[in-house]
């Protein structure tokens, strides 16, 4: 079955560093990717997405590339921040399907 | 303002109670969807509906009903047959629930505690 696998946490950084977090998938068509973000307490909200392969998805400094070769989807900021400290999610949708999560990265970043 | 809400924030149940999770949206969207959030796991799709008075099971139906009378409510009933419902439950609503790259938004969430 379809499948996402997120690099594991937790994940500890100082401002401004460079972040990475993985994404590869397993899907038995051409997927939708997405990455959404959980702040503390709070319910999920969509960071980027990308629709296909090669796109690039782009939001508040975030970038990820849809690379259908490697079936990945990595996460990337050039300088992390206090306030990106949340739970980082990857997940894909398949059209008649529903959408598949990964397990989730705890990102904490230090000031 | 277009949006999710979830009620109450916090909600406890006693042994061998039922409650209902409430979950509303004035997105105008067809899908909704519930699902449950255990401390540093990912989500898990417990129901879902893509249309007024339909809906299919999740992964993780067994101990849960649902209901989907009208397009912009979708509440959640943890029976007493849910015998570790100690979570975070997530709401959510797409425009069709069909169509590649359709967002899901999500509502605040409920957190669940067993007195």
């Known amino acids: 079955g379809d499948s996402v696998t997120q690099m594991e946490g937790p994940v500890t950084l100082s401002e401004e560093a460079f972040l990475t977090i993985n994404c590869t998938y397993t899907?038995?068509?051409?997927?939708?990717l997405f990455w959404y973000v959980q702040y503390p307490g709070e319910g999920l909200q969509l960071l980027l997405k990308a629709t296909k392969a090669d796109d690039k998805g782009s939001n508040k400094g975030f970038e990820a590339t849809y690379r259908k070769e490697t079936t990945s989807f990595h996460l990337e900021k050039g300088s992390v921040q206090v306030s990106d400290s949340a739970v980082y999610f990857c997940a894909l949708f398949l059209s008649g399907s529903r959408l598949t999560f990964g397990e989730g990265t705890q990102l904490t970043v230090n000031p | 303002d277009g949006g999710i809400t979830q009620s109450p924030k916090y909600l406890f149940r006693k042994e061998g109670q039922n409650v209902t999770l409430s979950c509303e949206q004035n997105?105008?969207?067809?899908?909704m969807y519930w699902y449950r959030q255990d401390p540093g796991q990912g989500l898990r799709l417990i129901y879902y509906?893509?249309?007024?008075?339909?809906?299919q099971k999740g992964d993780i139906a067994e101990g849960y009903s649902v209901s989907r009378e009208k397009k912009e409510s979708f509440p959640l009933t943890v029976t007493s047959a849910q015998k570790n419902p100690t979570a975070f439950y997530l709401c959510?609503?797409?425009?069709?629930?069909?169509?590649?790259?359709?967002?899901?938004?999500f509502g605040p969430g409920t957190r669940l505690l067993v007195l």
């Open positions: 509906s893509q249309i007024v008075n339909d809906f």
């Open positions: 899907a038995t068509g051409y997927p939708s």
């Open positions: 959510a609503s797409s425009l069709s629930g069909r169509a590649g790259g359709e967002t899901q938004y």
């Open positions: 997105l105008n969207h067809d899908a």
